[in-house]
C-alpha cells in the first residue's frame, strides 16, 4: 500500500489534468477522468481494497460456523481445530490481500506511465500482469483446497 501510494504522489506532477482510467483490448484510452479524481479513486482502492479482505480475514473468527464456507467445516471448526483453523485462513488471506494490492500497484503503474508518456497501455505488460495474478490466485486456492482436504 505504501509504494502504491507513493507511485500516486510520484506521478502527480506528471500526469496531465485529464487522466485515461481505461483502456480497450489494444491498449487506447476510452474513459477519462480529471487528474484529482483519479488519483484519489486509484489512492482509495490501492488503501480501501485491501484493508477490506484484512478485515474479512479479522472477522472471520466471530462469524458462527454454519456461515464459513469451508470443505468439512464441521471438522475444520470443532472447538479444538477451530482457533488453529481461523489462524491459518487469516494467514491465507493476507496472502490473498499481497497478491491483490501487488496487482492493482501494478495496473495503476502501467496507467500512470500510459498517461505520462501519452502512449497506449502496455497490453502485453497488462496480460502479464493478469495471468500472473490469476495464476497465483489459482494456486492460493489449491492450496487451501488441499490444506481442507478430507480429514485422515
Not at 15 to 30: C, K, R
Request: proline share 6%; charged share 10%.
Amino acid at each position: 500500500m505504501v509504494i502504491g501510494l507513493g507511485l500516486q504522489l510520484w506521478y502527480w506532477p506528471q500526469l496531465p489534468e485529464q487522466v485515461a482510467t481505461h483502456f480497450d483490448a489494444q491498449g487506447n484510452p476510452n474513459d477519462w477522468m480529471g487528474k484529482l479524481p483519479a488519483t484519489l479513486l486509484a489512492a482509495g482502492l490501492v488503501t480501501l481494497l485491501p484493508l477490506f479482505f484484512i478485515g474479512i480475514g479479522q472477522v472471520i473468527g466471530w462469524l458462527p460456523v454454519c456461515i464459513i464456507n469451508l470443505p468439512q467445516r464441521q471438522y475444520w471448526l470443532a472447538t479444538e481445530r477451530r482457533a488453529d483453523t481461523l489462524q491459518w485462513m487469516t494467514g491465507w488471506m493476507m496472502w490473498l490481500t499481497v497478491s491483490i494490492t501487488v496487482f492493482m500497484v501494478a495496473i495503476n503503474h502501467l496507467t500512470f506511465l500510459a498517461n505520462r508518456d501519452a502512449q497506449p497501455l502496455s497490453v502485453a505488460w497488462f496480460w502479464g500482469m493478469l495471468g500472473g495474478f490469476l495464476l497465483w490466485t489459482f494456486v492460493l486456492v489449491l492450496v487451501m483446497l488441499r490444506r481442507f482436504a478430507k480429514p485422515m
